[in-house]
């Protein structure tokens, strides 16, 4: 059983954030910032790819009630919201779940350092090729 999957069945502990019948969020054990949260679905899911939009649906109200819940109890008013699908694409933890990351002014928090300007033939090109 993946180590979400215990968390869900209380079989390790977590520290709760929020739960529904869908879904648990609870704090993430390396806080990338004050209130970095996790969100799961209770259903065992490696990643997007595997989820369906109904569960997805559940998940994002929870995203949103998170949200929430920071911005009343530390004041969050930005936040990233991040979900890594797959190991080339950084996930360790194979239970879908997407990082509540809140952010504050010179927290140093860099999630996505490398970026390329392609011009616009070369995005032309790649819009032609994900919409044929
Ligand atoms: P990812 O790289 O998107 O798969 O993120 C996995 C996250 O799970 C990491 O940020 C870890 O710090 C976090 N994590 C791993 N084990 C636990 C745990 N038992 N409780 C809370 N967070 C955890
Ligand atoms: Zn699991």
Not at 21 to 44: C, M, N, R, W
Not at 83 to 101: E, K
Not at 103 to 110: A, F, V
């Amino acid at each position: 059983m993946c180590i979400f999957c215990k968390i869900i069945n209380n079989e390790i502990p977590s520290y709760k954030i929020y739960e529904d019948e869908y879904t648990l969020a609870f704090l993430d054990l390396s806080q990338a910032t004050k209130g970095h949260t996790l969100i799961v679905p209770k259903k065992h899911f490696a990643n997007i790819f595997e989820t369906p939009c109904e569960e997805l649906h559940h998940i994002m109200n929870s995203v949103k009630a998170v949200t929430e819940k920071l911005k009343k109890s530390l004041g969050v008013e930005n936040v990233n919201i991040l979900n890594n699908s797959g190991t080339l694409a950084g996930q360790t933890v194979h239970h879908l779940h997407f990082h509540v990351i809140p952010r504050y002014e010179n927290d140093n928090c860099e999630l996505c350092p490398s970026a390329t300007n392609p011009s616009f033939d070369e995005l032309k090109n790649l819009c032609d090729l994900i919409n044929n």
